[in-house]
């Protein structure tokens, strides 16, 4: 049972290049959310889904878009990569129910804007 | 806005003994409040959740009483592991007119000596 995966692990971007994280769920979660980790600030929401073919925006979505064209399946873009962007990015899912369930996490994608 | 402090770590703790990692938020609805556990290299992992005021959540040793009236959500065990060396996080969740959110702490990390 894989939970949720996502890919790639590592990469490293140049600046203005565009690249897309892709999370897949296999636990068929109606919810689905991106986070970034960055030191000393905890995980912040970027984007989440309610279901598919739903998104919409978290405390920072600035820069970032999603798309969730199959329920088990949420990306994550980056258009014009910038170095604020150097981060930890988790993707997680739950079920319904808002904010009495817990969420299931990736084990991350560390991603470095040069 | 909601917001979620912990304690500052880094906690350095002997074997077998107390901890008590403290845990307070600001919150204008009635959120859920959840401790997570992050190993290295690793995403998140729920450790106990509580969905309601005077609610004692509890897993693996570990707890925590939400208490409404010093709006706090400190977790406690009373014997830790080497096991335990980790860094945990306290979140809340709440769905109310502003829409979904979920906030997390800075995280504490936690050393346990043998």
């Known amino acids: 049972n894989a939970g949720v995966t996502q890919t790639p692990k590592f990469r490293v971007l140049k600046t203005g290049q565009s690249m897309t994280l892709l999370c897949a769920q296999d636990m068929n979660h109606e919810y689905m959310y991106w986070y970034r980790q960055d030191p000393g600030m905890g995980l912040r929401l970027i984007h989440y889904s309610v279901g598919e073919g739903t998104t919409a925006k978290g405390e920072v979505p600035d820069g970032y878009n999603v798309s969730r064209l199959k329920k088990q399946n949420f990306l994550l873009g980056l258009e014009s990569a910038a170095p604020s962007q150097t981060s930890v990015y988790f993707c997680?899912?739950?079920?319904?129910?808002?904010?009495?369930?817990?969420?299931?996490f990736g084990d991350g994608t560390r991603l470095s804007i040069l | 806005g909601d917001s979620v402090t912990q304690m500052e770590g880094p906690v350095t703790l002997s074997e077998e003994a107390f901890l008590t990692i403290n845990c307070t938020y600001t919150?204008?609805?009635?959120?859920?409040l959840f401790w997570y556990v992050q190993y290295p290299g690793e995403g998140l992992q729920l450790l106990l959740k509580?969905?309601?005021?005077?609610d004692k959540g509890s897993n693996k040793g570990f707890e925590a009483t939400y208490r409404k009236e010093t709006t706090s959500f400190h977790l406690e065990k009373g014997s830790v592991q080497v096991s335990d060396s980790a860094v945990y996080f306290c979140?809340?969740?709440?769905?109310?007119?502003?829409?979904?959110?979920?906030?997390f702490g800075a995280g504490t990390r936690l050393f346990v000596k043998a």
């Open positions: 997680a899912s739950s079920y319904p129910g808002g904010h009495n369930q817990p969420q299931h």
């Open positions: 509580a969905t309601k005021a005077d």
């Open positions: 979140a809340l969740s709440d769905s109310g007119t502003g829409g979904f959110k979920t906030i």
């Open positions: 919150a204008t609805g009635y959120p859920s």
